[in-house]
Structures are given as structure tokens and as C-alpha cells.
């Protein structure tokens, strides 16, 4: 462990890394919730950070401690956890599946995390405003906290499109870059101190991580509750910043439409949890078979089971029976660390409109299925 970290002023680090502290109406009104004793229900919804990865317990990773922050800051409430953390995942699914992982608890309160895994483009800006305003305006009008992620070897993250967002919605934004990454470019911590693979936390730098958002929710306690301040009612802005497509996004399983199945079948395997992804799909294994869908939206993504070991099976999809604009479904995945959840978009147009989605294996493998996850539109 680096020598130097009893000499770093973590006061100094934490407070460069809050970008806005944002509109508090919606957090003062969780916080005397909480005050008074009532119960809170706290959610996270992310990638593979927020669920853990790298930390040695469910316990140490950040989205955990935040909440002992909560449980800390208000004993006489009764806090409920909700991790929504899942690997290798964007905004972009994050969008179509907010509603039965997050708000179907009804939280008071989301943490909001997708920077590392979204790109610096103006397409995952726009999932992710989809996001944010599903979020915003919802029934259950929770408060929002959102913050940046960030790869701690070169310093690559989206905060540029997703605090442009953030900022545009007032919430309030805390940064792993302009914190944590920024020690490590003056020399004060190493990468390897926070991260073994230049991404995910240790224990430690999951520690660095919850270090960054508590201090300013401090803040933010301090002004709403010990000094009692008061703040205008929040509105959402009525006008997006982006297309805004996505905002509608809308993830299909077996348990949800009735494709036309030929050589497919569903997936009957109860789903367990959150993390357990491979589940409510549809598999087949037979070159030839095909799975038709009747859908409806201005963007189309098939989501998939892409194999870590190869060789897997490869399949095709044709929409409204164009051939010549038929896309590759290619189930090898490139890297090692595990199948992988992959979401690939197969349509983007700038109106919706109703289309016949025809998914068909071409390359078959034995003993190992084509696993078709969900298709989504918006």
C-alpha cells in the first residue's frame, strides 16, 4: 500500500470532487422523512461497481456504505437497501429496466452511476437523459444523486455528456476523476492502491469511492436539516436537452410478449434476482430456427448471452423482411472475464413505427444455445 496516504487531506479530495450540489427540495424532504423516524428506501442503479465487483463482501462495496451513511446519519430510521447493480450494462438498458428493478420499491432516494460504462457520445447522453427524466417524473418522485465513475489509468469516463445532463436537472454530482484520478495524475495515490484492474474498486477504493458521495451528502444534511434551510419545489424541466427517444424504452421477455417461435423455446427457469441475467428469454440451438416478434418504437436493441469460451453460436436479424439490412448477432464474446449481458442496437430512426423483428440462427454450436435475453424498444 502506497506510504504517502496518511499524508493526503481526504477533506481537501472529497470536496473537489462535488460538480453541483444541485436543487435540494427533493433531498430535504428524505432527509426529515428520515429525521422523523419513517422508513426510507434507498436505491442504487448501476454496472458492475454499484453491484460490487472487486470488493470482498456485498458489505464493502461503496453503494453499501452510502447506505450505512444513511443508517449512521438516522437511527430512528428504518432504512431499506436496494442494489441494482449490474455488470457490463449502460444506460441504455438502464433506462428500459429502471421501472421492475428500482421503482417498483418505490424509493425515496436513487443513486445513479453509468459512467463508465457509457460512452462520451451524444447517443448515450440521450439514454441516459431517458433515464434521469423516468426517474424525475415519475409517481414515486424520488430524489437523485448522481456521480462519475471513472478509469483510474487514463482518466475515461461520459461525466462530460452525463453532468451536462446532471447539471441540466440540477441534481446533485459528485466526480471519481476530479477527485480520486486526480490525485493519481499529481502522484499522491496510485492506481493500483484503488484498483487492481484500473476500473473497479478494492475495498479501499470502494472506501475512496463512498468517501466522495458521503461528504457531500454531509453537506447537504448540514444545509437541509441541521440549518434547516428552505428550497423553491423542484420542477422537472419540461423541455429535454436530447431527441429524448429513450425515455420510453421498454425491455420484452417471455413474460411480457408472445413472439412467433420456430426451433426457440422460453426460458421457464424462475428468476432469482437482480444478478441473475440469463433468465425470462428465449433459446435455441439449431441452424435454421427463428424467433418473430410484432413490435412497436423508433429504436430496436436485441439483448443476448455473448459466450466468454468459443465458439458460440451466430444469428442474424432481419427487419420487415430487408435482407440486404440484415445485422450480425455474434454470441463469441472478445473478452475473458464471463459471459456477458450484450445489448446491440439494431435500429435507430428518428419516428416510431410498428415492425416485424425476425431473430435466425445461422451458425449453430453443439451444446451450447443461441440465448436471446430481451428485446428492446422505445
Not at 87 to 103: H, I, N, P, Q, Y
Not at 176 to 200: A, C, P, Q, V, W
Not at 312 to 324: G, L, N, R, S, Y
Request: aromatic share 10%; hydrophobic share 35%.
Amino acid at each position: 500500500m502506497n506510504q504517502n496516504l496518511n499524508s493526503i487531506n481526504w477533506k481537501e479530495v472529497y470536496d473537489r470532487g462535488i460538480i453541483n450540489i444541485g436543487n435540494l427540495a427533493r433531498m430535504k424532504r428524505v432527509m426529515e422523512k428520515a429525521t422523523s423516524g419513517k422508513e426510507i428506501t434507498i436505491g442504487f442503479l448501476g454496472g458492475s461497481i454499484t453491484a460490487g465487483a472487486a470488493a470482498t463482501s456485498p458489505e464493502t462495496c461503496y453503494a453499501y456504505r452510502v447506505f450505512e451513511w444513511w443508517e449512521r446519519t438516522f437511527p430512528r430510521a428504518k432504512c431499506v437497501y436496494i442494489n441494482a447493480g449490474v455488470g457490463a450494462t449502460s444506460s441504455k438498458f438502464g433506462v428500459a429496466r429502471v421501472e421492475e428493478d428500482v421503482l417498483i420499491h418505490k424509493p425515496d432516494m436513487v443513486f445513479v452511476e453509468f459512467s463508465v460504462n457509457d460512452e462520451d457520445t451524444s447517443l448515450y447522453q440521450e439514454t441516459f437523459e431517458g433515464l434521469i427524466r423516468k426517474l424525475l417524473l415519475s409517481p414515486v418522485q424520488p430524489a437523485l444523486f448522481m456521480f462519475n465513475n471513472v478509469f483510474y489509468d487514463d482518466g475515461r469516463n461520459a461525466q462530460r455528456v452525463h453532468n451536462e445532463i446532471g447539471k441540466y436537472y440540477d441534481l446533485p454530482i459528485v466526480s471519481m476523476k476530479e477527485s480520486l484520478y486526480r490525485d493519481i495524475e499529481k502522484g499522491n495515490l496510485n492506481n493500483t492502491d484503488i484498483s487492481e484492474d484500473n476500473l473497479h474498486p478494492n475495498d479501499f477504493g470502494h472506501g475512496l469511492v463512498a468517501g466522495v458521495i458521503t461528504n457531500l451528502l454531509d453537506l447537504i444534511h448540514e444545509q437541509v436539516v441541521q440549518r434547516k434551510e428552505e428550497y423553491i419545489e423542484y420542477h422537472v424541466p419540461e423541455k429535454p436537452i436530447t431527441k429524448n427517444r429513450y425515455i420510453t424504452s421498454v425491455r420484452r421477455n417471455n413474460l411480457s410478449i408472445t413472439p412467433e417461435l420456430n426451433g426457440f423455446y422460453p426460458d421457464k427457469k424462475p428468476k432469482e434476482n437482480v444478478w441473475d441475467n440469463f433468465r425470462n428469454g428465449w433459446f435455441g440451438n439449431t441452424a435454421g430456427s427463428s424467433i418473430t416478434f410484432e413490435v412497436e418504437g423508433a429504436t430496436i436493441a436485441i439483448q443476448y448471452r455473448k459466450y466468454a469460451v468459443h465458439p458460440a453460436p451466430i444469428a442474424k436479424v432481419v427487419i420487415d423482411q430487408d435482407e440486404q439490412k440484415a445485422v450480425i448477432l455474434d454470441a463469441n464474446f472478445e473478452e475473458t472475464w464471463g459471459d456477458c449481458l450484450y445489448l446491440q442496437d439494431v435500429m435507430i430512426a428518428d419516428k416510431p413505427g410498428k415492425h416485424k423483428v425476425t431473430i435466425t440462427i445461422d451458425t449453430e454450436v453443439e451444446d451450447k444455445d443461441f440465448y436471446l435475453v430481451s428485446i428492446i424498444t422505445s
